[in-house]
Structures are given as C-alpha cells and as structure tokens.
C-alpha cells in the first residue's frame, strides 16, 4: 500500500470562499436587506396602518384579473407562507379591504381573496407615500445607471431564488 495517494479533499477544502472585494459586496447586499425592509415597513405603519406585507398583497390583488387570486398563487406572489397570507388577509378583511371565499376544486378546497372596492381606494390612497419612500431611500440615491444595475440584478438573484416557485405564480407575474 503506498502512502503517496492524495487524500480525498474534506468538503471544507471544497469551499468556493469569496474574494474580499466579492465579501465587501456581499456584506453590502446583506445590509440592504436587514435595512430597507424595516425602513419601508415603518413608513407604512406611521402613515397607513400597515405592514409591508399587507402592502404587497394589496397590490398584488390590484394587479390580478378581477382583482381575485387564489391564497397559494398570492402568497407566491408576495412571498410569503399560506400561514402568513391568511393572517394578513384576516387582518385586511377585517378593514374592509379584501373578501374571502371558499371554492371548490377537484381535488379539494381552494380559497380566493379579492381586492375590494374600498380596499383598492385604499391601495391608491397608501400608494403615494410608499412610492416617495421607495424614491427616498431607492430611487433618488442611485444614479439611473445604478438603479438599472440594481434591477438587473435583483431580478438575476430572484430568478434564481423562485426556481421552484409555482407554475402557477410564474403565469401570472415576473415573479
């Protein structure tokens, strides 16, 4: 038996660790995504009464056909759990903003929500100030060219992220 067999690399051999300056940009990344989230969800609440979830679903639904979609295909598209989705929707019915109802399926229940009248009057109302936020703490700080980069690249992460999101959410929105 010969001792000059190379040993089999150990899976902590095998780490593609990151250069500095690809460190410094992840970190970056990392910073943006615990902070801008907190800073938009406050805006919301001081304004509106709402968190960033209940916004997004908000819009989502205004988006849709009929302003309906099915739970699963709205927390898809909100990125959120069914848990998740049926408490915002709870809490937005309660306000008068969506209607729930119970459909039956072939292979089971499905429940839909639907964006209210009142709850799209709403939306238009909470709209203008999310939307000077977002230019606020987004938009006015980067250069155009910044700002399409950061598009490119949110959307390269995000494919990659929603690989195995529903067909479904994919048919009905750029996920």
């Given at each position: 038996m010969s001792t000059d067999t190379p040993s089999e690399p150990t899976p902590e051999h095998d780490v593609p660790w990151?250069?500095?300056?690809?460190?410094r940009d992840w970190r970056a990344l990392v910073a943006l995504i615990m902070a801008l989230p907190p800073a938009l969800d406050a805006q919301l609440k001081r304004d509106a009464g709402v968190n960033v979830f209940e916004y997004h679903v908000l819009a989502a639904l205004s988006d849709?056909?009929?302003?309906?979609?099915v739970l699963s295909n709205l927390a898809a598209l909100a990125q959120g759990s069914l848990s998740r989705i049926s408490h915002a929707i709870t809490r937005l019915e309660r306000s008068g903003c969506v209607e729930r109802r119970s459909l039956p399926n072939r292979g089971g229940r499905h429940t839909e929500a639907r964006l209210t009248d009142a709850g799209f009057a709403r939306l238009e109302e909470i709209a203008p100030g999310h939307?000077?936020?977002?230019?606020?703490?987004v938009v006015d700080a980067l250069t155009p060219e910044q700002l399409a980069a950061l598009g490119d690249a949110a959307r390269a992460i995000t494919a990659v992220t929603m690989a195995e999101a529903p067909e479904t959410c994919r048919e009905i929105s750029d996920c």
């Open positions: 990151l250069s500095p300056d690809q460190q849709a056909p009929n302003r309906t979609l939307v000077r936020e977002a230019r606020r703490l």
